[in-house]
């Protein structure tokens, strides 16, 4: 394999991630971001995102000289033959993707680059982004009198936050659009690695790309929305929704993965990429009604776990309250649309004293996302010692080491509402406790 040289313009999670992993295959890697500090810590070897492997993985790659770290993409633009586009593109004016900071990145390179490269977008943008993106370039390009072509790849990730050195390494599939044999012979280059492994390369046009991330992902959301919408159907019936996903997830042409029940989907990728291909739809003129139902039913799962706080508990105003887990999902400290934060807002206005709350990883991020009165603790035993009430809103593995009964022994009052079905609702009960999940009597 011949060593590539190549740019990540942003080190946010994806950008990160895959500078990382692209050093670690063999590539020469220089990342940038216009945030200093963040670009300081990197150079001392530090890592300002929380990812199992990530720390160990940069260190490595920095040491051999693998990688570096700037905030000038000039340097970027000049050094390097393909120009990977990581940026953020959150939701927007209109619930639109914001595809500002795309725009900044392809802006840039037309105003700078001195001959042909490869402009990779690894952000999630709407299908047609490339299209704009291409005439950003050119309109900069133009500015100038030069006309040096930029050749234009779709290469979304699929990286699960918490496994996404695995979802790298050992790909699912690997998704690249492109217009022209050389962007194809470069993509191909870049991933050859993988591809000697055994990776599924998978080849399209550049639109069946970018549309492919949007189709992924807001069909996982749909698998959510709908085994929590089974859930509600369990509990007013008697069924275990437990059960009925095991009978659904056996069937190979369901499969098990996100058939759990609970309060719904959070993080920054299914919130976005479900409004943002509803706007899609709404444009082309294509009827949105599946993705405004499953949108729906995630905002109502919230709510209705409220509900059954209240149902059990009563008046919750005056009562003290315990929080375990506060990120979108274990193994991260993503708070993005994290559905502890409409739970604890939502209880907090209906006038609950105190709520004191622990997550291994997310507290620091919890400070800037959860109301100053919310306490955090420095371990699950001091968030739930002394409270009415225990609430479960990440299913970290290790709350499974507390027995029924340690949880009894330290909560004042008798009340787990389990959002995420941690425990055995049976257990729980012979420990005297007054137990409520999802889905399940």
């Given at each position: 394999?011949?060593s590539?040289?190549i740019?990540?313009?942003?080190?946010?999670?994806?950008?990160?991630?895959s500078?990382?992993?692209f050093?670690?295959?063999?590539h020469?890697?220089?990342?940038v971001?216009?945030?200093e500090?963040?670009v300081?810590?990197?150079?001392q070897g530090?890592?300002?995102i929380y990812?199992?492997g990530l720390?160990?993985?940069l260190a490595k790659?920095?040491e051999?000289?693998?990688i570096?770290f700037t905030?000038?993409?000039?340097e970027?633009?000049h050094?390097?033959e393909?120009?990977?586009?990581?940026v953020?593109?959150?939701v927007?004016?209109g619930?639109?993707?914001d595809?500002?900071?795309v725009e900044s990145?392809c802006?840039?390179i037309?105003?700078h680059?001195n001959d042909e490269r490869i402009?990779?977008i690894?952000s999630?943008?709407p299908?047609?982004?490339?299209?704009?993106?291409?005439i950003w370039?050119?309109?900069?390009?133009?500015?100038?009198g030069?006309?040096?072509h930029?050749?234009?790849?779709s290469?979304?990730?699929f990286?699960?936050e918490g496994?996404?050195?695995k979802?790298?390494?050992?790909?699912?599939?690997?998704v690249?659009?492109?217009?022209?044999e050389?962007?194809?012979?470069?993509?191909?280059?870049l991933y050859k690695?993988?591809?000697?492994?055994g990776?599924?390369?998978?080849?399209?046009?550049?639109?069946?790309?970018?549309?492919t991330k949007?189709?992924?992902n807001?069909?996982?959301?749909?698998k959510?929305?709908?085994?929590n919408?089974?859930?509600?159907?369990?509990?007013?019936?008697?069924?275990?929704?437990e059960?009925?996903a095991?009978?659904?997830?056996t069937d190979?042409r369901i499969?098990?993965?996100?058939l759990n029940?609970?309060?719904?989907?959070g993080?920054s990728c299914f919130?976005?990429d479900?409004?943002a291909?509803i706007?899609?739809?709404?444009?082309?003129?294509?009827d949105s009604?599946?993705?405004?139902?499953?949108e729906t039913?995630n905002?109502?799962?919230?709510?209705?776990f409220v509900?059954?706080i209240?149902k059990?508990v009563?008046?919750?105003r005056?009562k003290?309250?315990?929080?375990?887990?506060?990120?979108?999902k274990?193994?991260?400290?993503?708070?993005?649309?994290?559905?502890?934060?409409d739970?604890i807002?939502?209880?907090?206005?209906k006038?609950?004293s105190?709520i004191?709350?622990?997550?291994?990883?997310a507290?620091e991020v919890a400070?800037r996302s959860?109301?100053?009165?919310?306490?955090f603790?420095?371990n699950?035993?001091?968030?739930?010692?002394?409270a009415?009430?225990l609430?479960?809103?990440?299913?970290w593995?290790h709350?499974?080491?507390?027995?029924?009964?340690?949880?009894?022994?330290v909560?004042s009052?008798?009340?787990?509402i389990?959002?995420r079905?941690v425990?055995?609702?049976?257990?729980?009960?012979?420990?005297?406790?007054?137990?409520?999940?999802?889905?399940?009597?």
């Amino acid at each position: 394999m011949c060593s590539m040289k190549i740019c990540v313009v942003g080190t946010g999670y994806v950008g990160l991630v895959s500078a990382a992993c692209f050093s670690e295959i063999g590539h020469d890697v220089v990342g940038v971001d216009i945030d200093e500090k963040k670009v300081e810590m990197l150079k001392q070897g530090g890592c300002p995102i929380y990812e199992p492997g990530l720390p160990e993985l940069l260190a490595k790659n920095i040491e051999a000289g693998k990688i570096t770290f700037t905030t000038n993409l000039d340097e970027g633009i000049h050094e390097c033959e393909l120009i990977m586009a990581a940026v953020g593109t959150p939701v927007g004016q209109g619930r639109r993707a914001d595809l500002s900071q795309v725009e900044s990145v392809c802006r840039t390179i037309g105003q700078h680059t001195n001959d042909e490269r490869i402009l990779v977008i690894k952000s999630t943008v709407p299908v047609g982004t490339s299209k704009k993106c291409q005439i950003w370039v050119e309109e900069e390009m133009e500015k100038r009198g030069v006309n040096h072509h930029v050749h234009l790849v779709s290469n979304p990730e699929f990286l699960r936050e918490g496994k996404a050195i695995k979802d790298f390494m050992e790909p699912d599939r690997i998704v690249v659009g492109f217009r022209d044999e050389k962007a194809g012979t470069a993509m191909r280059e870049l991933y050859k690695p993988l591809i000697d492994q055994g990776s599924n390369y998978l080849e399209m046009n550049v639109e069946s790309s970018e549309l492919t991330k949007y189709a992924s992902n807001s069909f996982l959301a749909t698998k959510i929305s709908f085994v929590n919408f089974m859930a509600q159907l369990c509990e007013e019936c008697g069924a275990n929704v437990e059960r009925v996903a095991e009978g659904m997830g056996t069937d190979s042409r369901i499969g098990a993965q996100f058939l759990n029940a609970g309060i719904g989907y959070g993080g920054s990728c299914f919130p976005k990429d479900v409004q943002a291909l509803i706007k899609t739809s709404d444009a082309l003129g294509v009827d949105s009604q599946l993705l405004r139902d499953v949108e729906t039913i995630n905002e109502r799962q919230r709510e209705s776990f409220v509900r059954k706080i209240e149902k059990s508990v009563g008046n919750v105003r005056g009562k003290s309250f315990g929080v375990w887990g506060l990120a979108f999902k274990p193994d991260t400290d993503d708070m993005r649309s994290a559905p502890s934060i409409d739970i604890i807002n939502m209880l907090l206005d209906k006038g609950v004293s105190k709520i004191k709350a622990y997550d291994p990883v997310a507290i620091e991020v919890a400070k800037r996302s959860l109301p100053e009165v919310v306490e955090f603790t420095e371990n699950e035993k001091d968030a739930a010692a002394g409270a009415d009430v225990l609430l479960i809103l990440t299913e970290w593995s290790h709350w499974q080491e507390w027995s029924p009964e340690q949880i009894a022994s330290v909560l004042s009052g008798k009340h787990v509402i389990d959002g995420r079905n941690v425990f055995d609702p049976e257990e729980m009960r012979e420990a005297g406790l007054e137990y409520i999940s999802v889905g399940r009597m």
